[in-house]
């Protein structure tokens, strides 16, 4: 974003709180500066399906861009960890995507690879079985959160128990459950709140 065009709002919000609501006005474009933003579907009978799960430098809130149209809020956006935001009125993105030719490009490169993180979560929760569901959230957040250490692939966001389960479909018990068994099979390793996967190859073979 260049802040010459326009003055982007910075906005905060702690894990667990709503960015914006299904049905809210779509009114601002945002840009993720740090932290992890989760995209849901709320359906009828009240359950809520993750549909992607947003790292920095990824770009949100921009259906009315590509319908054309005003419209409402279609996902449930929720800070997943601590979130710092760059937020700006969506007729001003408008008018810069018209000035800027490099712009729409940038917009589709990232639009393309949430893309593909939504059809993965897709695979991930048709899975009946929870250990599998969670082996596939890990590798994941591996590809699009991952750093590589001396130990495997280190997943750089604090995740709760609750923020996993909540993620996943299922809950904080059978989280806490699950994760004890794969630190038993040495499959990962989690120090403050950090999850390493030491093989993610060998760990999505296993569970495959």
Known sequence: MNGGMFPPMTETFERGKTIFFPGDPAERFYFLVKGAVKLSRVYEAGEEITVSLLRENSVFGVLSLITGNRSDRFYHAVAFTPVELLSAPIDQVEKALKDDPDLPMVLLRGLSSRILQTEMMIETLA???????????????????????????????????????????????????????????????????????????????QFA
């Open 127 to 205: 899975h009946r079985d929870m250990g599998s569901r969670l082996v596939s959230f890990l590798l994941i957040l591996c590809r699009d959160f991952g750093t590589p250490s001396s130990e495997g692939v280190t997943i750089d966001l604090k995740l709760s128990h609750q923020a996993i389960a909540e993620a996943i479909g299922s809950t904080r018990v059978t989280v806490t459950r699950l994760l004890g068994d794969l630190r038993k099979q040495k499959m990962i390793a989690i120090s403050k709140k950090r999850i390493t996967v030491h093989n993610p190859i060998e760990l999505g073979q």
